[in-house]
Every structure is written in structure tokens, then in C-alpha cells.
């Protein structure tokens, strides 16, 4: 009776002894230096990779117009409002003529009177005519007359002397018509230029289009040149998108791109590349490039919303790829750690074009059917003893 | 040999061991609250190996970019990157914000880092899921602490982030998880308020007739515009090609482009000794006070356990049984009784360890040391109660 209870109560602590040992193996071998790190490798592919370059921007007009009077003035009245559509020459807004009008009254007036000074210098000119003709004549007749010593001399200078003088009063009589007629031509030409600058003080459109901004109200002095109200023209949007330089390589011309408007998440619009700028932003390091959608989305997306822009460049050749998760930067060397007969080893790699999924060519350093690690629990170092599994989600405990 | 010691403790075998397991959650607390200190020193320390980097320029005469805040050109970068000996920059910013998780927020260190460049230093340095940020927008890598899921779309003011990778142990001095963001878009992070701020700034300059003079159109564009942009960031990281003396680096860095500079030795130092300086201190004052009450329990533990059987040691005594025996026994119990202590306690702290909101990191030295403490005190505790066990009279065996 008394063994039995003794070897139970052994077996008892002994079974406590053994799983508490188990437990204390366990803990001193899973955590802490000697524990193995879990990883998740990957094989490495041969396949081909479509790199694509990724950049944002902002919807903008291709032309916008900004509208303003040429010279300073107070605005009168204005016609048209912010979104409203407009046709080339329809009169936007109207500048106020301030003294304009009466001062084309006072030409008017001035002009009347040129044109009557005219009228005046050439009845001159004819009284002129006359009085030499009358004067020429009597002249002839006592020349004749002296012939005959029928006069005294004494006459005919006399005669002589006056048709002298009608020749000079003709000469002085026509040069005041033309003082007169140039003096209206003067007057009519300033009448044109206040013409000329009336027509100035309507704003009209200079083509089809949407007015996009009224930067002032009736009764607002403008400077010259200040623009009044700006219009755009809304079939011709595009979005004025920045790519960083480090990842532009390839950027050119007609490369297809998608485009995602922030107001319209998740759904891209096929676009294409219209223009690569000459200049990049120097400060921002991010060249520039202009992208027009297919076709334009309706309603059409604001001035100025964000855009991302996806431009897809060709496919490359087939060449062995990794993703770019197994880039390692040890010791400010990049490589992968490669699995060697269940150890790890660090190799470096020469990268070549990456694509927007993560996925890397490697150009040297790897074949293809090499194993590498993805992902690993934590810092892999030489010593690391590793455990391959092969769910992924295992790591994120 | 007949052994008294397993002897005694097979008779009264369950009071024993559950003493033993008391005992070891009392170490286990002990070892979690050094585990607690060795964390947060590790994260500092992790700080600095995941930022890859030799040495930090910071603003001059401060302590950026971790113990305080540092703010320089963006462009700065160029003109290290010319210096003979730097192998790699890279603008990084940090800033420790709550960033929204479906409803609720958590709180992170968002880190801005130049995505395209794989060698350069400041990218999340190892992953668990996913892939590195290929875009220069818009895309975010979060530590698994973060509790964010692949797919998951982080709201960082009023820009949309998807996490496409996972990382881990990639954290704040704090401890709190990082995300990382492209730095264009962590600029705009550190700098935007909130729209409302925006437009109020934007009215506040309009009506400023500094800015806004009738004569000169478009003065308050161009100094609005000028409001909106943040060409800072708050250090380059710097990496040095091998055999380059980084001292003397540092030292051309801090002298001739006027800025400071620390090297990584200076920065664990201001991490360690500055930032984490006193809360470090007040848990390892914790666990000093711990170790002195575990030592003093695990000796008044002995004590007793001896105590309860001073009749069977009158006993052995009076049958004659060798000082040296009873001693011996006594010891021995005292050393068994810590090593289950020490195994209960070093399972516990382990598997309570991950519980933990914070980092707890079990170093192996502090096993040992813990190990060796351990049987220490024991033999020490033993001591007294060896004493009181040979001082009874045999006599007590009978009377009483």
C-alpha cells in the first residue's frame, strides 16, 4: 500500500520536473541569442518587368486668358460671372470712360470748327484769285497803254506793283486752307484715338471658352495690365504632373499614363504624355511633364485638383528578378541574404530598373533559382541560425 | 547514501513546490522589470541602427533630430554629399504624431525618407510582409506594433497613405512604432495644420496691407505661395565610406558648413544619457528595490520553511545525525527551492514578456546574473536558518 502511493506521488513530481524542464528548454532555445530568426524566402524568377513611373500633378488649363484693360481705369460694369460659357468677341466687362465721351464731344465741336475754318481759307483763296486776276488785267492794259506814253509811268508801276501783291496775298491765302485742313485732318485723327481707346475700355472675349475668374468688382481702379476676369478654354485640360527625378529615367513623350483624380479614388482615366518639359525644378529635384487625358472626363475635374499620374514605359527583356524586399543594406553594401544548405549567406547584387509592384532585376550577384530571404522577424546577421516557414503570417505574430 | 534533503522534500513535496513557483513569479517579475530597463535602452539603440546611419546633421547648436527638434535646408544634402569620404546621404524627417486607424488613433513616429534609393540610409532595414515604398507618394511601410494590416489606408493629416509593407521593431526612443512615408509628403505632414489653419493664414495675409497693396498685383499670390512651402527637414543621415576618418568628417561638417553634427557614439550617448536618461533610471531604481525584496522574501521563505520543521531536526539531532548533515540538508533545499524559483521565473518573464506594451528585451547575461543571484541569496538566506537549526536543543524534540 505504501509503494504505490510513493511512486505515484515520484511519477507526479516527476511529470511536473519534465514539463517544467520542456518549458525552460524551450524558453532558452526559442528567445534570446540562440533562438533561430524566422524567415520567408522566395526563389528567384526569370520575367519580364514593366517599369512604370509614378508622379502627381494638378489639373491645369493648357491656355487660360487673363483679361485686363490696357491702360488704368475704373471698372463700369462687368457681364459675365464665374462659370459662365462665352463666345469669342462677347463683351465681358466695360471699363468706365470717366471724361472719354466729352472729350470726343469737345473734338467733335473742334472738328466743326476746323471744317469751317477750311471753308473760310478757301473762300480766301478765291477772293485771292480774283483780286489777282483783276490785278494782272490792269496791269496787261496800262503795259499796253504805256506803249503809247498814253500813261505815266508812275501808273503803270503802280498796276505793276499791285498785281505783285495779289500773287502774294493768293500764295498767303492758300497756305492758310492748307493750315486749316491739316488742322482738321489733326482734330478728326485725335477723334480716332479716343475711338480707338473707347473700343479698348470692352473687355471682350478672345475665344470660345469658360470664365474662370472675376478678380473684381464694378467700381475697382485697375492698373494697367491687371487682369479683371480670367477664362480658360475647357476642352483643353492637362494635368501639370512632377515626377522625382531619382525615378524619371525614361520619361518621354506619347508613353501611355493613367491618371487618378483625387475626387474620383480608385478609378484612373487612360491619359498619354503631351509634353516633357525642357526645364526641371531644380529645388524640388522633380522633373516636370505635361499629361492630357484621352478622353476628357465629364463633368470636368476642377483647375487645379490633384491628380496621380501612372506612366507605363515598355517591358523589358526577361532577366532574373527579386522583390524588393530582399534587399538588404548591410555594412553599406546592397545585396539579398541567399540560402546555402540551410544557412544564410550575405551576397551582394547589382540592381537594374524596378517596377511600381516592388519587383527588382538583378543584373549580377544572383541566378535565376537561387533561394533568398524576404522577410525575416528580425535583423538577420551571419551568426543567425534561421527557420524557413512558409506562412508569411507567421512572422507577424 | 540516504538523501535527507530529497527526502524532506518528497514528504511535504506540494507546500514545497508551489513555494518554488511563488517564488519564481516573484523572480519572473524581477527579470520582466530588467527586461523592461534593457528595452527601453534597446530602443534608443535600435533608433539608431535602423536609421543605417554613421552620422546625423542636425541644426547647429542643437540636439536634433531625436532629443530635440532640428530643422534645416533640404538642399543641405548636396553640399555634404561633395565632402570626400561621405558615401551616402539622405534628408529624413521625424515627427511623432497620432495618425488615425479606421476610428480610433494610434500614436507614431512618422518618418520621412527618400523612397527611390535603395542604398540609402533611412529605409525600414528589414521587412515582414510586403514590399519597400516604390512610389514617391502616397505610400506608407508601418511597424506590425502600429497594428495597421497590409492594404490598410493610414490617414496622415488630410493625405490618404496605403501600407504596402510591414516592418518590425522599428521604433521611436519613446518606443512608439514608426511609419514611414516618402519625405516629400512627410514635409507636407510637418508643416500643413489643417485646412481651417490654412485658409485663416491665408485670410490673415490678404488683410495685411503689407502684402496686399493695391499697385502691385499678385504680391499676395507669390506671398501666399511662399507661406504654403517647407523646403525643411530635420537632419541628413550620413554614411561614410569604409577606412574614412568619421571624426574628422564630422569635424570638417560642424566647421566649415557651420552646422552640427554627431557621430554615432555622441548620439547613443544623448539617446541613452539625455533622453531616456531619468525614466531609465527610475526603473532600474524599481528593480534594485525588486532584487532587495525578492532576496529578503526568498530568505524569509528559507526561514520558515526551516522553522516548520525545527521538531524533525530536534529529532535528527537527538538520534545523533552529524551538524554537517543537517546543515547540508538545509542548503540544499535552500538551492533547489531557488533554481525552481529561477526556471518558473525565467518562463514566466518569457512568455509574459510579448504582453507587454513596450519592448521588453531578456538579455541572457542578466539570466546568469539573475541565476547566480539567485542561488547566492539562497545560500545566503540558508545561512541563518542553518544556524537556528543547529542551535536547537534535541531536548525540544521530546518536550513541547
Known amino acids: ?397 | 547514501m540516504i538523501s535527507l534533503a530529497g527526502r524532506d522534500i518528497l514528504h511535504s513535496w506540494g507546500k514545497f513546490v508551489f513555494t518554488g513557483v511563488g517564488l519564481g513569479l516573484l523572480i519572473g517579475v524581477t527579470f520582466t522589470m530588467a527586461g523592461v530597463y534593457r528595452g527601453m535602452v534597446d530602443d534608443g539603440k535600435v533608433l539608431l541602427d535602423n536609421s543605417g546611419a554613421d552620422m546625423w546633421v542636425v541644426q547647429r547648436n542643437t540636439l536634433g533630430p531625436y532629443a530635440e527638434s532640428s530643422s534645416i535646408n533640404d538642399d543641405i544634402y548636396r553640399m555634404i554629399l561633395a565632402i570626400p569620404g561621405v558615401d551616402r546621404v539622405a534628408n529624413v524627417t521625424y515627427l511623432t504624431m497620432q495618425v488615425q486607424r479606421g476610428n480610433a488613433d494610434v500614436r507614431a513616429m512618422v518618418v520621412g525618407i527618400a523612397s527611390a534609393d535603395p542604398s540609402a540610409p533611412g529605409r525600414p532595414p528589414f521587412l515582414v510582409a510586403g514590399r519597400q515604398i516604390t512610389r514617391s507618394h502616397y505610400e506608407a511601410v508601418a511597424d506590425v506594433a502600429a497594428g495597421f494590416a497590409l492594404g490598410d489606408t493610414i490617414i496622415v493629416r488630410r493625405s490618404r497613405y496605403s501600407v504596402v509593407g510591414l516592418t518590425r521593431r522599428t521604433v521611436s526612443s519613446g518606443g512608439d512604432p514608426m511609419v514611414f512615408i516618402p519625405l516629400k509628403d512627410a514635409q507636407e505632414a510637418q508643416f500643413l495644420k489643417d485646412n481651417d489653419a490654412i485658409v485663416r493664414q491665408r485670410r490673415r495675409t490678404g488683410e495685411n496691407p503689407e502684402f496686399n497693396r493695391p499697385g502691385v498685383p499678385g504680391l499676395l499670390d507669390a506671398v501666399i505661395a511662399s507661406q504654403n512651402s517647407n523646403p525643411y527637414v530635420n537632419a541628413v543621415l550620413v554614411r561614410i565610406k569604409p577606412g574614412y576618418d568619421h571624426e574628422r568628417i564630422a569635424n570638417d561638417i560642424a566647421r566649415w558648413k557651420r552646422l552640427t553634427v554627431y557621430t554615432r557614439s555622441e548620439m547613443e550617448e544623448i539617446l541613452i544619457g539625455k533622453l531616456i536618461a531619468t525614466s531609465s533610471k527610475q526603473i532600474s531604481m524599481f528593480l534594485v528595490i525588486l532584487a532587495i525584496v525578492s532576496a529578503a522574501i526568498v530568505a524569509f521563505i528559507i526561514y520558515t520553511l526551516t522553522m516548520d520543521k525545527i521538531r524533525e531536526i530536534a529529532v535528527l539531532k537527538l538520534i545523533g545525525t552529524r551538524n554537517r548533515t543537517i546543515a547540508s540538508m538545509i542548503l540544499q533545499q535552500a538551492i533547489v527551492l531557488g533554481l525552481i524559483g529561477f526556471v518558473v521565473g525565467k518562463i514566466t518573464a518569457t512568455f509574459a514578456a510579448p504582453l507587454f506594451p513596450k519592448f521588453v528585451l531578456l538579455v541572457t547575461a542578466d539570466t546568469v546574473t539573475g541565476l547566480v543571484a539567485v542561488i547566492v541569496i539562497c545560500a545566503l538566506a540558508s545561512v541563518v536558518a542553518i544556524r537556528m537549526a543547529l542551535k536547537v536543543d534535541p531536548a525540544e524534540a521530546i518536550g513541547g
Open chain 1, 1 to 397: 500500500m505504501k509503494m504505490p502511493l510513493l511512486q505515484r506521488r515520484t511519477l507526479t513530481l516527476l511529470g511536473v520536473g519534465i514539463v517544467t524542464a520542456a518549458l525552460f528548454a524551450y524558453v532558452v532555445l526559442r528567445s534570446g541569442p540562440l533562438a533561430p530568426v524566422s524567415v520567408v524566402t522566395t526563389i528567384v524568377e526569370a520575367r519580364s518587368i514593366s517599369p512604370a513611373l509614378f508622379g502627381i500633378g494638378t489639373v491645369e488649363a493648357r491656355f487660360s486668358y487673363k483679361i485686363g484693360p490696357i491702360i488704368a481705369g475704373r471698372i463700369g460694369t462687368i457681364h459675365v460671372d464665374v462659370g459662365d460659357e462665352v463666345k469669342v468677341d462677347q463683351i465681358l466687362a466695360e471699363i468706365d470712360p470717366v471724361d472719354l465721351d466729352a472729350r470726343i464731344a469737345a473734338l467733335d465741336a473742334t472738328i466743326g470748327r476746323a471744317e469751317a475754318s477750311v471753308k473760310a481759307a478757301e473762300a480766301q483763296v478765291e477772293d485771292a484769285l480774283a483780286r489777282r486776276g483783276f490785278a494782272q488785267a490792269q496791269a496787261k492794259r496800262f503795259e499796253e497803254l504805256w506803249k503809247t506814253r498814253a500813261v505815266s509811268e508812275v501808273a503803270v508801276e503802280t498796276r505793276r506793283q499791285d498785281s505783285q501783291v495779289a500773287d502774294a496775298a493768293l500764295t498767303a491765302a492758300r497756305s492758310n486752307l492748307l493750315v486749316a485742313q491739316q488742322e482738321l485732318q489733326r482734330n478728326r485723327a485725335d477723334r480716332d484715338g479716343l475711338i480707338k481707346q473707347q473700343e479698348n475700355l470692352v473687355l471682350r472675349a478672345p475665344v470660345d471658352g469658360v470664365i474662370s475668374a472675376r478678380k473684381a468688382e464694378s467700381g475697382t481702379t485697375m492698373v494697367a495690365g491687371q487682369a479683371v476676369i480670367e477664362m480658360i478654354d475647357p476642352a483643353n485640360l492637362w494635368i501639370n504632373a512632377r515626377f522625382d527625378q531619382i525615378a524619371a529615367t525614361g520619361l518621354r513623350r506619347d508613353l501611355p499614363a493613367s491618371i487618378a483624380l483625387r475626387s474620383r479614388a480608385g478609378t484612373a482615366v487612360p491619359g498619354e504624355i503631351a509634353r516633357v518639359e525642357v526645364l526641371a525644378d531644380a529645388v524640388t529635384e522633380e522633373s516636370l511633364a505635361k499629361v492630357k487625358f484621352a478622353t476628357l472626363p465629364q463633368p470636368s475635374p476642377p483647375i487645379g485638383e490633384l491628380a496621380e499620374v501612372t506612366v507605363m514605359l515598355p517591358g523589358l527583356p526577361v532577366s532574373a528578378v527579386i522583390p524588393n524586399a530582399a534587399i538588404r543594406n548591410v555594412g553599406g553594401e546592397l545585396g539579398v541574404w541567399k540560402i546555402e544548405g540551410g544557412n544564410i549567406r550575405f551576397t551582394t547584387v547589382e540592381l537594374g530598373a524596378s517596377d511600381l509592384d516592388g519587383l527588382v532585376q538583378v543584373t549580377a550577384g544572383l541566378e535565376v533559382g537561387d533561394e533568398v530571404v524576404v522577410y525575416s522577424a528580425s535583423r538577420l546577421v551571419d551568426a543567425s541560425r534561421i527557420r524557413i516557414v512558409a506562412d508569411p503570417g507567421e512572422l507577424l505574430k
